[in-house]
């Protein structure tokens, strides 16, 4: 049974331009959000994904934005992106039923390094 | 949510034993006690969670004070792999704005062989 997954692992990219980082939930989880976390810091919630809309919201500029698909994988993308967006970005995947409610499986990152 | 409080880092020895304080002083009556652990290069991972009483599984035991103001991670004997950053959540499951996770800064556990 697969787990979380994100790609790509690593990537680069110069001011001002939109990245896409993607994620797909382990298997039987419904619910998909997204964490941004600096070096040294504890991961920042993004947003979350549930039915395809965005359910909850951190405190993030609206150049953050996300989707979800039918199969309940999901992408986040970032505009004009700025120094301070290089971060590892972390997806977690959840389900709002069953016994596995309120956990969340996390993967591995993507790292995304900004010039 | 409610704030939690952690030492910022620990150390232990291999194959000893760890306790991982929490402080959560204000924490509400519907608030879950959840820890997560992060290795290096790695996502978090969920390890534990309770409500009042002590919870045991494969990876730790934890323990909640009575008044649930503050709680303790139990790692019965640790191994150099148990060396990552530890964080203690709040979590109400009757959240109705979601289920986020608010992170704190976590404790950062080294194990020495």
């Known amino acids: 049974d697969a787990g979380v997954t994100q790609s790509p692992t690593h990537l680069i990219k110069t001011r001002g331009q939109q990245v896409t980082l993607r994620c797909s939930p382990k298997s039987g989880h419904d619910t998909v959000s997204w964490y941004q976390q600096a070096l040294g810091q504890g991961p920042q919630f993004i947003f979350q994904?549930?039915?395809?809309?965005?359910?909850q919201r951190g405190n993030f500029p609206d150049r953050f934005s996300g989707h979800q698909f039918p199969n309940y994988s999901s992408e986040l993308n970032v505009n004009a992106l700025l120094l301070g967006d290089s971060a590892l970005y972390l997806c977690?995947?959840?389900?709002?039923?069953?016994?596995?409610?309120?956990?969340?499986?996390f993967g591995p990152g993507t790292r995304l390094t900004v010039l | 949510d409610a704030k939690t409080t952690q030492p910022n880092s620990m150390e232990s020895n291999e194959e000893e034993p760890v306790h991982l304080p929490c402080n959560h002083s204000t924490i509400s009556g519907t608030d879950y006690i959840h820890w997560y652990r992060q290795l290096p290069s790695q996502g978090p991972e969920y390890v534990i969670h309770?409500?009042?009483s002590n919870v045991n599984n494969r990876m730790a035991s934890l323990a909640i004070a009575e008044d649930r103001k503050s709680s303790t991670l139990i790692l019965h004997r640790a191994t150099l792999r148990d060396a990552a950053v530890y964080y203690c959540i709040l979590r109400d499951p009757l959240n109705q704005a979601g289920t986020a996770l608010i992170f704190g800064k976590g404790t950062t556990l080294s194990v020495s062989s």
């Open positions: 994904y549930y039915e395809e809309e965005e359910r």
């Open positions: 309770g409500l009042t």
């Open positions: 977690a995947s959840s389900s709002k039923t069953g016994r596995f409610t309120d956990t969340q499986y």
